[in-house]
């Protein structure tokens, strides 16, 4: 498949990272049809037809993932209709949100649940605001999630369906959703069952219906995008602080290396990466936290560790034993902070 997206535009290959910033997204000329993304979306249609859902969203790519108020469509972002724009993409923000399929399926099935809520007014009736609240509640730039809490179900990271009804909607839509999810037995002892009980209730009644929201709008779409990708990305690492020195490199600095001498040692990301396991059971055994928190703090690590050039030193045992607690004195202070800005 990578083949077909490259010959899809196959000049990007060709060119350099600051030749690629510098071109404006609507020069892009990228579209979804012969990429990974195609296959996914025919995925996601299949899995609303075997819910007895009717209605499909319409796609178009942009520079975000998102569903529009008052449009029931999703926004997908460009980097994903290309190898070498994904290449790009981990190299100024560290990461390819959605970037394997089982990650873009798990955003995909949260912004149909946006979609639908919107196509079918979800969130203008009774049992949707008492259970998830008012959709029109303000969105603040940055939310408290509380780990421990069973009140919301844990679908997308930074526990989402924390940050907002509407978010808390959507998460809670797309573990209905999901084939195979079992959730009636992983959340039976949880009050958020009342929630999932709440969605496909909803859902069941809408069933063959048409929607009352048919705007086919595209907001934002990549050929109208006029900024470089060079001012893309230098918003995006404003807005994700990562500009600026994290509060994880000093501690990192002192548990790897950066030293010249050490170039042809394990990279501390890949390191962390091959421990993780190992790191979440250890730590959750003496803090008592749940893994699911415990592997937010580690994944944060190995984002840091990337963006520093980080390596294994000469003794890869001491490092062990040292991550894991660091890990466990993060995980407390992570606990404690629980600032998470909103994605945009």
């Known amino acids: 498949m990578p083949s077909v997206m490259a010959r899809q535009n196959p000049e990007l290959d060709t060119l350099t990272d600051d030749e690629l910033l510098d071109m404006r997204l609507c020069d892009l000329k990228l579209k979804i049809r012969n990429t990974p993304l195609e296959s996914r979306l025919e995925q996601l249609n299949e899995e609303l037809l075997a819910r007895g859902i009717r209605f499909r969203p319409h796609y178009w790519l942009s520079d975000d993932w998102y569903s529009p108020d008052g449009i029931p469509g999703i926004a997908i972002p460009f980097y994903l209709a290309h190898p070498r724009l994904m290449r790009l993409e981990r ?77 808390d909607f959507a998460e809670t ?89 050490h170039q042809r040692n394990p990279t501390a990301a890949a390191f962390l990466n091959r421990i993780r396991g190992e790191l979440r059971r250890s730590v959750a055994r003496w803090t008592g936290e749940y893994s699911y928190t415990i592997d937010q703090v580690v994944q944060e690590m190995i984002e840091r560790c990337r963006r520093l050039h980080l390596r294994v030193g000469d003794h890869p045992e001491e490092t062990k034993r040292d991550a894991i607690i660091l890990v466990a004195v993060r995980t407390t202070n992570f606990l404690h902070e629980g600032r998470h800005r909103f994605a945009i």
Request: charged content about 30%.
């Open 91 to 167: 190299k100024q923000l560290l990461e390819v949100e959605g970037g394997t399929h089982q990650w873009c399926m798990k955003i995909l099935r949260h912004e149909a649940g946006h979609a639908i809520d919107t196509a079918f007014r979800l969130h203008r009736r009774g049992l949707y605001r008492k259970c998830f609240g008012d959709a029109k509640a303000p969105y603040p730039e940055y939310y408290q999630p509380k780990p421990s809490s069973r009140e919301f179900v844990l679908h997308l990271e930074m526990w989402y369906a924390q940050a907002h009804p509407v978010e």
């Open 173 to 261: 839509f797309a573990i209905w959703l999901r084939p195979g999810s079992r959730w009636k037995h992983r959340y039976r002892d949880w009050p958020a069952i009342k929630k999932i009980k709440a969605v496909e209730k909803m859902l069941e009644s809408v069933v063959n219906q048409k929607p009352l929201e048919r705007s086919r709008k595209t907001v934002d779409s990549l050929s109208r995008i006029r900024r470089t990708l060079r001012t893309h990305y230098d918003r995006k690492r404003l807005h994700y602080g990562l500009e600026y020195p994290s509060i994880y490199d000093k501690d990192l600095r002192k548990l790897f290396t950066s030293d010249p001498s």
